[in-house]
């Protein structure tokens, strides 16, 4: 398993988590090197509600068996939707999902300052459809807007922790979904 130390040695961090199967592997992984993760689910992308519901589901019950917290965030698709006006035929990967970043961070971030974290990661850089530049600058930018709060930049694609996600989506059966969550993203996918 990879070998973790946090940038600012915290052995606390809140764990933006946009699934099941993509957050299971890095919180064994955090667990293992004594680092303990509170589960924070924004994802206010995701579409449809039946599709958030399932993935919020899954989520929580991994975490749970985990004995760890898991902080449900609000869910306001019309809000995120909103925000991202004007981005709706940009191509996956592309400024929509920059902006939709940046809304999650931001989130994330704000939610760390008011909790007491000062460092904060995401499972959106595990995934391999996803720019880790464009994630990382969201998260930077949204570290910035609230002093004493850090984005820890870890690549979570490496260290055999793509390997044992799909081991544990077996072992715990998830819903793995075919999709990035939003409905642009949905109808690409058909």
Not at 22 to 38: M, W, Y
Not at 110 to 132: D, I, Q, V
Not at 176 to 185: A, I, L, R
Request: aromatic share 14%; glycine share 4%; charged share 25%.
């Amino acid at each position: 398993m990879l070998k973790l130390e946090t940038p600012n040695g915290e052995k606390n961090v809140l764990l933006h988590a946009c699934c099941a199967p993509c957050s299971s592997a890095i919180i064994e992984c955090l667990l293992q090197n004594d680092i303990r993760p509170t589960v924070f689910y924004y994802n206010p992308n995701i579409f449809p509600k039946e599709e958030y519901e399932i993935r919020k589901a899954e989520s929580l019950r991994y975490v749970k068996s985990l004995n760890l917290d898991f902080v449900d965030a609000d869910y306001n698709h019309s809000d995120w939707r909103e925000q991202i006006r004007g981005l709706e035929n940009e191509p996956e990967r592309g400024r929509r999902c920059v902006k939709c970043f940046i809304i999650r961070m931001l989130e994330t971030a704000r939610y760390a300052s008011e909790n007491g974290f000062t460092l904060f990661t995401t499972t959106l850089a595990s995934s391999r459809w996803k720019n880790l530049a464009d994630i990382f600058d969201a998260g930077r930018y949204a570290a910035k807007q609230f002093p004493g709060v850090a984005l820890w930049e870890q690549n979570w694609r490496k260290g055999g922790l793509s390997e044992r996600r799909l081991e544990i989506i077996s072992q715990y059966d998830f819903y793995n979904q075919q999709y990035c969550g939003c409905e642009f993203s949905f109808r690409k996918s058909k």
